[in-house]
């Protein structure tokens, strides 16, 4: 049964306890979980700086509606905010969450993040956007990655320290292989048609996607763009 956010607040406080501005802890273990602040760095450590509207599932089957968060893709993290205040969540009590932002004109784009996929190049404890399910999964890990490097100046360098993006795209089946691509035509072709991986396709079938790509205008730069042709993919193959 679905609960209000009001309920998961009553469920976090009575499992951890503010300390600071800065820093939470479970009441249980004594752990210290961060919630940092980081004045100074150029980009953000997460997913879109701002809060949105989301829905966090826990691990005991309890799903909890509209609480308002982030995702701290630094640090693999779910923060959220109550009256003011800032919270981290220990991961180990989340199975998967949804983020909703509103991009304007009536459009609401939903990211679904989701732990517990096995397999080379995954860990189940690691929250992955899943764009698409089907035939084959598609998975992306995300993250904000810190840098610090040596700016030449006046009389001598300074350290610019800066979060960049970065993201890595695997296309999964149930139970069996597990295939990092990167988000170019090639790459996605080769994971659907070699048979070093799923070995279903014919040069023929693969000339069919390479047809579809250009009639849909599909951009394999793009998740999005990638979903649909695996969707096609799962239609016609």
Do not use: C, W
Request: a negative charge; proline letters at 2%; glycine letters at 6%.
């Amino acid at each position: 049964m679905k609960k209000t956010v009001f309920i998961l607040i009553a469920l976090i406080a009575a499992t951890i306890i503010k300390v600071d501005a800065q820093y939470v802890q479970d009441r249980v273990t004594g752990e210290r979980l961060s919630v940092k602040r980081f004045d100074g760095i150029r980009g953000t450590p997460y997913f879109e700086e701002d809060f949105a509207e989301g829905d966090i599932f826990l691990t005991d089957g309890t799903v909890f509606e509209d609480a308002m968060l982030r995702y701290n893709a630094y640090e693999d993290e779910i923060e959220y905010s109550h009256d003011g205040r800032l919270y981290a969540l220990k991961n180990e009590l989340v199975s998967e969450f949804h983020l909703r932002y509103n991009r304007g004109g009536g459009v609401t784009d939903t990211i679904i993040f989701r732990k517990g996929y096995k397999g080379e190049s995954l860990d189940s404890q690691t929250f992955y956007i899943v764009h698409y399910e089907g035939d084959i999964t598609l998975l992306e890990r995300f993250t904000q990655r810190f840098q610090e490097d040596m700016v030449p100046g006046y009389g001598q360098a300074s350290a610019e320290k800066r979060f960049t993006p970065t993201s890595r795209l695997f296309f999964k089946e149930e139970d069996k292989s597990v295939k990092q691509v990167n988000n170019r035509r090639t790459s996605v072709l080769n994971a659907l048609t070699e048979s070093s991986f799923f070995g279903r396709l014919t040069n023929e079938k693969r000339r069919e996607l390479r047809q579809h790509i250009r009639d849909e205008n599909l951009d394999m730069s793009k998740p999005s763009d990638i979903a649909i042709l695996l969707e096609y993919y799962d239609e016609n193959f």
